[in-house]
């Protein structure tokens, strides 16, 4: 970063402050008037959706009302209350319970994984994606004479293997058979509905069931704050990936038809996946307390299609596993669905501009690191050299172009002297990218870097903290790189800071502070400033150096992997800017600037460009539009 990038952001920065402060009383008349606007929006949304659960409470009651009929559809295998003995279906991966009560999925077990508690414990238990203390999932279907919710009746399971299940609800006039399938070696499951004989019984509008799920995401992770920052219900509709937010309650009605919906952590998810669309889907979404053992309470009511005369069968899938971006592109082997899943993208990557530098880039050099069996922690160090590689020429390039201005500084304190008054300040700026063009130097050279390196950065700040690899991986003094390290740590909660102090971060933010000092020595000897630029130096001074304090708040709580990644990535950024300052030799370069000046003051027709060429331009304006002022006031 060199001065005319920084000086580019501190005025930006300077120009939005001054804005925003004179400005407050705007800003705080639109601030009320969008919070009553989000209030009211917000109030309403809660009433749609007390409306709907009382809907939802008022259908159940009649069900279970009905249900209790000796004579009602299905009556002999309605549910009298007690423990049912769960089915359990298992592979090497994933161990899924189905409650007979409902037929429905109650609890998952995702065998190599475990949760951090039992991570820092050394328990060999598998990790608890969900359970029915938390988790719940009904299916209603509409008859003539009543509403069949699967929850009042006991299927009775009419075929069985370790795998596989058919679980039947049987009356009379037909049976309704619910067939589960975990499939080999696999974190999707299939499941079959198919109505036998019940044609009559449904009436003829009859082409969905209502299906109503509920789950209490567990926290799995170390830090509440981190792993809740990546944890949002999230849905795929029309060919893109939405989500709710992770932050604050929200209640979201698709527009379109949803191809899948997922309750999603940081590094798990549960996904319901639907053979054909799912219709009239509300979703929402609500924070709980830190502190609670949970995340989020995420609630998914939606329509699935259904065939009363059994010719077409209905198909889910569900996918109970970790949030795996190589994995997740696997599981397109696997749908039922015509379209392609993209289960892929519930590993956020970024926006869409720096996407590409973790799908192309990235992805593959971790995997490549990953399969050579190295550790986590040598995988980032050597990734972070490898893009230290990649931006090295126009690192060098950058810092080629301040060597130049510092060379000519002694030229350029020349013009300040000449021109001392504020008021001469064109004039001054002016002559000096004159004299800058005539020794071939451009001033703009150095902002190639920063705009190759802030991508880069960006990639890697949504790369890092969604990566599962990094999960539970030990670094030096950090025993898990995806959660925060501790050097110290207290009881009480304090504000900003939390409950802990991380080495890496602390260790980034020092880095950092190095960086900074050898940015603004760089920039105190290539610039040449007028006395109101000294003071807008100072200035840019203390912010450069307030920043680190900044990152430290904000990268306190983030997880040590991340952390460690802009720590050496710093480093290496310091040792390169020290490496080139010590090899540069300032008489050598001098005297090919001299060489270069020499050879365009011998060309007649050459003539300043870019920059120079566009403030001697301007000033040009300005002096013709003096003179006809002059002009204009002697008449």
Request: aromatic share 12%.
């Amino acid at each position: 970063m060199d001065k005319n990038t920084i000086t580019g952001f501190i005025l930006i920065a300077i120009l939005l402050i001054g804005f925003s402060y004179y400005n407050q009383d705007q800003y705080a008349e639109q601030a009320t008037l969008q919070a009553q606007q989000d209030s009211i929006a917000l109030v309403e949304q809660a009433k749609a959706h007390k409306q709907h659960v009382a809907d939802s409470l008022v259908a159940r009651a009649k069900a279970d009302s009905l249900a209790a009929d000796t004579t009602s559809l299905f009556a002999a295998q309605r549910h009298m209350g007690g423990e049912v003995a769960p089915i359990v279906l298992h592979n090497s991966k994933v161990s899924v319970e189905i409650n007979p009560v409902g037929a429905v999925p109650s609890r998952v077990l995702l065998n190599e994984y475990k949760n951090y508690d039992d991570f820092a414990a050394k328990r060999e238990q598998a990790l608890v994606l969900f359970d029915s203390e938390t988790a719940s999932m009904d299916l209603t279907f509409e008859t003539k004479d009543l509403n069949v919710a699967t929850h009042n009746f006991r299927f009775v399971p009419v075929s069985q293997t370790d795998s596989t299940v058919t679980l039947r609800l049987a009356d009379r006039t037909g049976t309704l058979d619910f067939t589960y399938e975990l499939l080999p070696d696999n974190y999707m499951v299939n499941l079959t509905i198919h109505a036998v004989g019940l044609g009559n019984v449904f009436p003829a509008r009859c082409k969905t069931f209502a299906l109503s799920w509920h789950d209490r995401v567990r926290q799995q992770e170390k830090g509440f704050y981190f792993e809740n920052m990546y944890s949002t219900l999230t849905y795929r509709s029309n060919g893109d990936t939405e989500k709710l937010s992770e932050q604050k309650a929200e209640t979201e009605q698709p527009t379109h038809d949803v191809d899948w919906v997922a309750f999603k952590n940081q590094y798990f998810s549960a996904v319901l996946i639907g053979g054909r669309p799912l219709t009239a889907a509300q979703l929402s979404s609500e924070p709980e307390e830190e502190g609670s053992g949970y995340l989020k309470h995420y609630t998914c009511d939606a329509e699935v299609n259904f065939d009363p005369t059994g010719a077409q069968p209905t198909q889910l899938q569900f996918y109970f596993g970790p949030n795996n971006y190589r994995l997740l592109q696997s599981m397109e082997d696997s749908r039922l669905a015509k379209d392609e899943l993209n289960l892929q993208t519930l590993v956020y990557l970024g926006w869409p501009r720096v996407r590409c530098i973790n799908r192309f880039f990235t992805l593959y050099v971790f995997d490549w690191l990953t399969k050579l069996g190295l550790p986590m922690g040598v995988v980032l160090l050597i990734i972070t050299l490898l893009l230290r590689v990649i931006v090295y020429s126009p690192t060098k390039k950058s810092y080629m172009s301040s060597a130049k201005m510092r060379v000519l500084r002694p030229k350029m304190d020349e013009i300040t002297a000449k021109y001392p008054n504020p008021e001469d300040a064109m004039k001054r700026q002016q002559e000096m990218m004159t004299l800058q063009s005539q020794y071939g130097v451009n001033p703009m050279g150095g902002c190639l870097p920063m705009l190759i390196q802030m991508p880069i950065w960006i990639a890697m700040f949504n790369f890092v903290p969604n990566a599962i690899e990094l999960r539970q991986q030990s670094l030096l003094w950090a025993e898990d790189l995806s959660t925060y390290d501790s050097l110290l740590s207290w009881s009480v909660d304090l504000p900003i800071i939390g409950n802990h102090l991380s080495l890496f971060c602390l260790l980034f933010c020092a880095t950092n502070v190095v960086y900074s000092w050898l940015n603004m020595r760089q920039q105190r000897d290539t610039m040449a400033m007028a006395p109101e630029q000294a003071q807008q130096m100072k200035m840019m001074q203390w912010m450069m150096y307030l920043m680190p304090v900044m990152f430290f708040f904000m990268f306190n709580k983030y997880s040590a992997g991340l952390n460690f990644y802009y720590f050496i990535s710093l480093l290496f950024s310091a040792l390169t800017m020290w490496y080139l300052r010590i090899t540069t030799d300032d008489a050598k370069l001098l005297a090919k600037l001299e060489e270069n000046y020499r050879k365009n003051k011998q060309d007649p027709n050459k003539q300043p460009t870019g920059l120079a060429a566009r403030l001697a331009a301007l000033q040009e304006q300005q002096e013709q539009l003096l003179k006809e002022k002059q002009a204009r006031y002697q008449k």
